[in-house]
């Protein structure tokens, strides 16, 4: 399958934080014929080993998270409607009125709002409060609403991906879907360095699942795919847009959870110039990602952080420019086949090194496959 | 000493660019001790060797900041904090590039609160007159720290950066002075302290040490007006009892009044209430890591000019030099 194609398909499956696995069977259903090896951590991270053609030892980690941000159902209400709990950061607002799926059969619901007619005045401005919105199954009452749902159940938005506009895409999930099938697409490829690509969860709720899961494979560097935040509408003046959709894949060079490594993020721009791939810096330093667990761990590692501009993430729908998509998988293609020969891999070599592990049956390990 | 202290508090390294801080040390330092190392978080790690327990004093290279988010098509520049900057403080400040080049923070003078003014409505003016002058100078990611001189006065010192070049100061004097134990010491100079105390983890987890301490700057109590604390500059280093980020390991914290008091070394006990170290990373690393830590009185923290007493200074190289003996 085509990587575009693979996204749309990803868009598609639901994995809200510590539900993961609709969309980890669905990467492990395509990646297993091309990978060497491959485990799932106890946390439920999805970790594939492609061995290196050289023999630095030098390990690379690539990491995509898989899950995104949702609700879950936290009580039934005697007439039927359900209370849920956000998961991840997602904002009021966006909920109002929106299309949900509900617990693992995906029973069809809707956020439902008082509609204007019954409004008071005052209730038509401000700010909507979380805690008065409800999903509407269409049950009559909770008797009903339990045969098919029960608490602790998620819910995730139920919009399919459209192709439209300028060569743009939109879809739900694309938070952290880009990233997972670039992921996807790059594991096809042999390189000089063994590679750990990681499908991590739990990322929207602590970028927990990476602290395991760099733990495990103790990487001298990494690179995080992402996708980011963009609002590069007109009423942002420019020096608030993080990123703009169709210049290229972003690059972080600082954010809330880390301070991307500059040799790295250096040989990433200039690998991107000589190949006449569009790049871009993200602009401004808000949200966390992944990067900032995998650096700290063990001895420390150099990451960076590359990620698909999209408009609207955390929300139902978001909107990504299909071109950054590709850009984003040739540059990371590009690093990965010319990392090793750069004078940040023969800096690495001259630093502490990560401790040995046995996470394969080629370093030593248990057979996973 | 205070050349020492001028040499480092000068020294350019804002938080993920404290390379030159480590280029400094290394030279002040080399054939000094028995090896120095880095690791991937750009630590600098110089040993000691011993035969005894290993002992890790950390103090952090990083010093807080700013981060060039846009250049306009008139050359100014917008910018984010590295580390915690107080937005009304920096008002009029100048900075310094790694390249050289100057700037001057200001604001957009239409906006009525100019105390609760964010960053995003400030900018920095570095003389460009359009973006493209303004990119030969400097380009999006690129960051730049206070300009502050540093001078003695009246046996205190003033300048930029003390938090916590002070700290590396400090433990580049103990390592000088060399003093005579069978434990193995660390002298570990830390990155990014001022985003997270994100350096001092791994390279903790890459020593496993059976002890720690973070040499660090401490708030006081003793400014007109300031919020009460029982810590004053010139009564001695502080032992810490806890901050924010860690509750001091009791041995630890009893080892270094053991040795203020057998030297008669004056000190302060020390519970900051806002704030961390890098003992807040150390103490929870691997299966857990006794952590104190030993701090100098500053006022002024954060701003370009932070004023601490030489004689604490003085008092925390000798205090140190006989904890590393327990």
Same mark, same amino acid.
């Given at each position: 399958?085509?990587a575009?194609?693979l996204l749309k398909?990803?868009t598609?499956?639901d994995?809200v934080?510590g ?6 069977? %669905? ?9 060497d ?5 106890n946390?439920?991270?999805? !970790?594939? %080993?492609?061995?290196g053609?050289?023999?630095?030892g ?11 941000v949702?609700?879950m ?10 209370k849920?709990q956000?998961?991840g950061?997602i904002?009021?607002?966006?909920l109002?009125g929106?299309?949900v ?26 700010s909507?409060?979380?805690?008065? #919105?409800t ?5 009559k009452?909770?008797e ?6 029960s608490?602790g159940d ?15 895409l939109?879809?739900?999930?694309l938070?952290?879907r ?5 992921l ?7 390189y000089?360095?063994?590679v750990y690509g ?10 927990k ?12 560097m990494?690179?995080i ?23 290229g894949p972003?690059l972080?060079?600082? *954010? ?5 490594? +500059?040799?790295?993020? +250096?040989?990433?721009?200039s690998?991107?110039?000589?190949h006449?791939?569009p790049?871009q810096?993200?602009?401004t ?6 990067? &900032?667990?995998?650096?700290?761990n063990?001895?420390g590692?150099?990451?960076?952080v ?14 990504? *420019? ?5 850009h984003?998988?040739?540059l990371a ?19 502490v090194?990560p401790?040995?592990?046995?996470? %394969? ?7 996973y496959v | 000493?205070?050349d020492l ?12 660019c404290?390379?030159k ?7 002040l330092?080399?054939?000094?001790v028995d090896?120095?190392?880095?690791d991937?978080?750009?630590? #600098?790690?110089?040993?000691?060797? &011993? ?19 846009y250049?306009?098509?008139k050359?100014f ?5 590295v &580390?915690?900057l107080?937005?009304l403080i920096?008002?009029?400040q100048r900075?310094?590039?790694e ?11 239409n ?15 570095i ?8 990119e ?7 960051m730049?720290v %206070?300009?502050?001189d540093?001078?003695?006065q ?13 700290g590396?100061?400090? #433990? ?5 002075n060399?003093p005579?134990?069978?434990n193995?010491?660390?002298y570990?100079?830390t990155?990014q ?9 791994t390279?903790?987890?890459?020593i ?7 040499? *660090? ?5 003793d400014?007109p ?5 029982a810590v004053?500059l010139?009564e001695?280093?502080?032992?810490? !009892?806890?901050?924010?980020s ?5 041995e630890?914290?009893?080892?270094l009044?053991?040795a ?9 006990l ?16 691997? &299966? ?13 923290i ?7 007493d030489?004689k604490?200074v003085?008092?925390?190289?000798k205090?140190?030099?006989?904890f590393?003996?327990?």
């Open positions: 399958m085509e575009l194609e398909k990803l598609t499956l994995g934080s539900e993961e696995k609709p969309v980890r069977d %669905f990467i492990l259903s395509h990646i297993k014929d091309y990978v090896d491959y485990k799932i951590d946390m439920g991270n999805l !970790i594939a %080993f492609k061995k053609t050289g023999n630095s030098l390990r690379i980690m690539l990491d995509a998270h898989m899950d995104e949702g609700l159902v936290t009580h039934i209400n005697s007439d039927g409607l359900l849920f956000t998961i950061g904002e009021a607002r966006v109002v929106k299309r799926r509900v617990g693992e059969k995906g029973i069809p619901g809707v956020i439902g709002f008082k509609p204007i007619h019954l409004q008071e005045s005052s209730e038509r401005n401000g909507v409060n979380k805690k008065k #919105l999903i509407d199954i269409g049950a009452d909770r009903q609403a339990e045969e098919k749902v608490v998620y819910v995730t938005f139920a919009y399919d991906p459209v192709d439209f506009g300028d060569n743009k939109m879809a739900k999930a938070d952290n880009v990233g997972c099938a670039a996807m697409e790059l594991l096809k490829g042999r000089e360095w063994d990681c499908f991590t969860v739990q990322e929207e709720v602590g970028l699942g990476a602290k395991t899961a760099s733990y495990q494979v103790m990487p001298h990494a690179l795919l992402e996708g980011t935040t963009c609002y590069d509408v007109p009423d942002t003046q420019e020096q608030g847009m993080s990123t703009r959709c169709g210049k972003a972080t060079v600082m *954010d809330r959870s880390v301070i991307a490594d +500059r040799d790295l993020v +250096r040989f990433i721009a690998t991107a110039e000589q006449n791939i790049y810096y993200k602009q330093i808000s949200g966390g990602t992944n990067a &900032g667990r995998i650096q700290v063990g001895t590692v150099k990451v960076a590359m990620a698909v501009p999209c408009r609207y993430i955390h929300t139902p729908v978001s909107v990504m *420019d299909k071109s950054d998509f590709n984003m998988i040739a293609r590009k690093v990965l086949e010319t990392l090793p020969k750069s004078d940040a891999a023969k800096r690495c070599d001259q630093l090194q401790p040995a592990i046995s996470l %394969f049956a080629d370093k030593g390990g248990k057979t | 000493m205070f202290i001028k040499t480092l508090a000068q020294t350019f390294g804002p938080s993920g404290e390379k801080v480590a280029d400094t040390i290394t030279g330092l080399k054939g000094k090896e120095i190392r880095t991937a978080m750009g630590n #600098l790690i110089c040993v000691k060797k &011993g035969t005894g327990k290993k002992i890790i004093l950390a103090a952090h290279m990083d010093e807080i900041g700013i981060i060039v988010s250049i306009d098509d050359g520049l917008r910018f984010s904090n &580390g915690g107080p937005p920096i008002l009029g900075v310094v590039f390249n050289g080049t100057v700037g001057v923070i200001w604001y957009e003078e906006i009525d609160n100019v105390k609760n003014t964010k960053l995003e409505k400030m900018f920095i003016d003389g460009a007159k359009s973006r493209a002058e303004a030969k100078l400097v380009k999006v990611g690129d730049a %206070f300009v502050g540093t001078i003695e009246n046996g205190r010192i003033i300048s930029k950066a003390l938090d916590d070049r002070i590396c100061a400090i #433990l580049v004097q103990l390592a000088l060399a005579k134990t069978d193995e010491i660390y570990v100079f990155t302290e001022e985003v997270g105390l994100r350096g001092a983890k390279a903790a987890f890459g496993m040490p059976d002890m720690a301490l973070a040499i *660090d700057v401490c708030d006081m109590g400014m007006g300031c919020k009460p604390m004053s010139g001695g280093p502080t032992v810490k !009892i806890k901050d924010r860690v509750i001091a390991h009791p630890v914290k009893d080892a009044i053991k203020a008091t057998k030297k008669k070394i004056p000190y302060q020390e519970v900051m209430l806002e704030g961390g170290t890098d003992a807040g990373s150390i103490h929870i690393t691997a &299966g857990g890591i006794p952590s104190g830590g030993v701090s100098i009185p500053t006022r002024f954060h701003d370009a000019a932070e004023m601490v030489m604490d003085e008092n925390a190289v205090l140190l030099a006989e590393v003996k327990a």
